[in-house]
């Protein structure tokens, strides 16, 4: 069987007398988007953090295309090609759409220690942005700052910011979080073309996005996995339902 993209192996992670990873052993193909799943407190941003090199893990480890990175720090996974789409929160919203691509950019580029002047300047730079946003349909927003856009369009900014990275794999936290209707719709779709290009780990609370989007799912109950697997399994699982999904209202109306 090909390596994995991303393996984990029995990863634990506490918090005093708190174990929100528990053990967890997951593997992302290349090509695939995982979704991660699990009710609020089940340790998914824990285990993302240690994904990306934010959190060390008290014992197991992480692989990115059969290497080790499990104590590199993220500045080196990224470079390996790991990307989280950033919270909104890290966004400059003094600045337009197309400078906070520019720079992140800059920042993959390893130009960052110039004037940031400059990456608005610099055609390379300036180019890179122009694809990103092109890629999540911002282009036409290139220049209009974030205090300005509106919250689905800032959640796609992020995205194009994590793209500018060139990752391998993206590691997304809830994307659909705050979107009315019509903008998960639009992000559902986003996310349908990205897939194409880039293997992705989703962390979401929108099942119906989830189970629209999902190739496999891995469900995580106080920190462990109690299920892997296809949508169709998944749904049909006993103790999902039992755990998580219960009778919440699983269908597909994302198309
Ligand atoms: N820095 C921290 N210090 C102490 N406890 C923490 C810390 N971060 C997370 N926890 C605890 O670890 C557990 C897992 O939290 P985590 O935020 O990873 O869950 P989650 O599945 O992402 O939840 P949600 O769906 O609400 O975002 C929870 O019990 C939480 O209180």
Same mark, same amino acid.
């Given at each position: 069987?090909?390596?994995?993209?991303?393996?984990?192996?029995?990863?634990?992670?506490?918090?005093?007398?708190?174990?929100?990873?528990?053990? !967890?052993?997951?593997? !992302?193909?290349?090509?695939?988007?995982?979704?991660?799943?699990?009710?609020?407190?089940?340790?998914?941003?824990?285990?993302?953090?240690?994904?990306?090199?934010? $959190?060390?893990?008290?014992?197991?480890? !992480?692989?990115?295309?059969?290497?080790?990175?499990?104590? $590199?720090?993220?500045?080196?996974?990224?470079?390996?090609?790991?990307?989280?789409?950033?919270?909104?929160?890290?966004?400059?919203?003094?600045?337009?759409?197309?400078?906070?691509?520019? $720079?992140?950019?800059?920042?993959?580029?390893?130009?960052?220690?110039?004037?940031?002047?400059?990456?608005?300047?610099?055609?390379?730079?300036?180019?890179?942005?122009?694809?990103?946003?092109?890629?999540?349909?911002?282009?036409?927003?290139?220049?209009?700052?974030?205090?300005?856009?509106?919250?689905?369009?800032?959640?796609?900014?992020?995205?194009?910011?994590?793209?500018?990275?060139?990752?391998?794999?993206?590691? $997304?936290?809830?994307?659909?979080?705050?979107?009315?209707?019509? =903008?998960?719709?639009?992000?559902?779709?986003?996310?349908?073309?990205?897939?194409? =290009?880039?293997?992705?780990?989703? !962390?979401?609370?929108?099942?119906?996005?989830?189970?629209?989007?999902?190739?496999?799912?891995?469900?995580?109950?106080?920190?462990?996995?109690?299920?892997?697997?296809?949508?169709?399994?998944?749904?049909?699982?006993?103790?999902?339902?039992?755990?998580?999904?219960?009778?919440?209202?699983?269908?597909?109306?994302?198309?």
């Amino acid at each position: 069987m090909a390596e994995p993209l991303l393996r984990v192996e029995k990863l634990v992670r506490r918090f005093g007398g708190i174990i929100a990873t528990d053990n !967890v052993s997951l593997d !992302v193909a290349a090509g695939e988007l995982h979704a991660i799943i699990g009710p609020n407190g089940a340790g998914k941003t824990t285990l993302i953090s240690q994904l990306t090199g934010h $959190l060390a893990p008290n014992s197991g480890s !992480v692989s990115l295309g059969g290497r080790d990175i499990t104590h $590199l720090p993220a500045y080196r996974r990224c470079a390996l090609g790991l990307a989280r789409s950033f919270q909104i929160t890290s966004l400059l919203f003094d600045f337009t759409a197309a400078d906070n691509v520019a $720079l992140a950019a800059q920042a993959h580029a390893g130009t960052s220690f110039r004037f940031f002047a400059n990456a608005r300047k610099e055609k390379g730079l300036r180019d890179a942005a122009h694809a990103a946003l092109d890629r999540v349909g911002l282009l036409h927003r290139a220049d209009v700052v974030v205090s300005r856009l509106s919250h689905g369009e800032r959640r796609e900014l992020e995205l194009a910011v994590a793209l500018a990275s060139k990752p391998k794999l993206l590691l $997304l936290d809830e994307p659909m979080a705050g979107l009315g209707v019509t =903008e998960s719709q639009r992000m559902v779709k986003l996310l349908q073309e990205l897939r194409k =290009e880039v293997s992705i780990v989703l !962390v979401e609370h929108d099942m119906p996005a989830v189970f629209a989007l999902a190739d496999r799912i891995t469900v995580l109950v106080y920190g462990r996995v109690i299920a892997s697997g296809d949508p169709a399994a998944i749904r049909g699982n006993d103790d999902v339902k039992r755990a998580y999904l219960g009778d919440q209202h699983v269908v597909t109306h994302h198309v």
